[in-house]
Nanobody, 123 residues
């Protein structure tokens, strides 16, 4: 059974940084595309970043503007989202997700989701 567990969320002031982690189990991690998504209250879920299994393709949402970096450690079955220059509009629940296949930015294309971690950015 594939399981994902996010951690690293919290409350941070605008301009600050956070590093989200997602630990995966029950899968051959290196063969999966990984994605980070977020959903704010009253808003649709959106793809923050995604990276293909081989890490040769990476996507960032247009709102990222160089502030975030997705990375993966296949030896540790983990994917990370380093977030910097955080803004109040980054406040959301952040989810990691996996899919077998090429990189996708549509959430419905992902097979397994974590429970989410809250990120709150104060002004």
């Amino acid at each position: 059974q594939v399981q994902l567990a996010e951690s690293g969320g919290g409350l941070v002031q605008a301009g600050g940084s956070l590093r989200l982690s997602c630990a995966a189990s029950g899968l051959t991690f290196s063969t999966y595309t990984m994605g980070w998504f977020r959903q704010a209250p009253g808003k649709e879920r959106e793809c923050v970043a995604a990276q293909s299994a081989s890490a040769d393709s990476t996507y960032y949402g247009s709102f990222v503007k160089g502030r975030f970096t997705i990375s993966r450690d296949n030896a540790k079955n983990a994917v990370y989202l380093q977030m910097g220059s955080l803004k109040p509009e980054d406040t959301a629940v952040y989810y990691c997700a996996v899919r077998r296949g090429p990189l996708e930015i549509r959430g419905r294309e992902y097979d397994v989701w974590g429970q989410g971690t809250q990120v709150t950015v104060s002004s």
